[in-house]
């Protein structure tokens, strides 16, 4: 039986991983989630799509990893007047990505997708990374700010980012233990990076 395409990318801010990510997906011809993913959840669950915007990504307590590894669902919670709401949002996205994969080849961005789906033998995670200047250069060009604000910005985001995945993850954001594929974005091309992912993927065991 042939392997499916299923591909989750965890990024540094500024490396590209989004565009990566994106090209991947049209290059294999499957969807594409980032920001996408917050739709599907919001419509799953029913809760406002303003509520998943205001908390994406955003670092949640520790009671929500002894959620996630027990057997809880988004369904079983909505009613639970003791769940923070940014536990409720959390689990909607972890019971849409779910349901995506359970439907669909896909690449997902971010979200933790990877932690979600790994119980997915097919699942493939990658890691996308990049020297400091680069992505400071790269934020510099595509938000229209100086150095210093790119620099406090890429900060800001990849905290966000490693505490949103290392609260309730027993892996760590980044660390390459955690992942199939950890690649510099700097030292390739999008297209030439499409090419590296698909060809590892082509080439699992």
């Known amino acids: 039986m042939a392997k499916r395409m299923i591909v989750t990318i965890g990024r540094e801010f500024g490396s590209g991983g989004r565009e990566i990510g994106k090209a991947l997906a049209d290059s294999l011809g499957v969807e594409f ?10 419509k799953e669950s029913g809760i406002s799509r303003d509520l998943f ?23 079983n919670l909505m009613g639970v007047d003791h769940v923070p ?4 949002l959390f689990l909607a996205q972890f019971d849409a990505i779910r349901k995506i994969v359970r439907e669909r080849d896909c690449v997902i961005v971010g979200r933790c997708a990877d932690y979600a789906l790994r119980d997915e033998p097919d699942c493939l995670n990658v890691f996308i990374h990049a020297p400091l200047q680069y992505r400071v250069e790269r ?3 595509l ?3 100086s150095g210093g604000e790119a620099k406090d910005m890429i900060s800001k985001i990849d905290k966000k980012r490693a505490a949103y995945y290392n609260s309730y993850s027993d892996k760590k954001w980044g660390e ?11 030292l390739l091309s999008t297209g030439d990076a499409v090419e590296l992912i698909k060809s590892f993927a082509a080439m699992r065991k």
Not at 33 to 42: I, T
Not at 85 to 88: P, Y
């Open 176 to 186: 390459i233990g955690s992942y199939h594929l950890s690649f510099d974005s700097s």
């Open 85 to 88: 709401i940014n536990q409720k």
């Open 33 to 42: 989630y980032d920001k996408e993913l917050l739709e599907v959840a919001a």
């Open 143 to 145: 938000y229209e700010m």
């Open 139 to 141: 934020v510099k060009r």
């Open 53 to 75: 915007e205001s908390n994406d990504e955003k670092p949640v307590s520790s009671l929500l990893y002894s959620m996630s590894v027990n057997p809880y669902s988004i369904g």
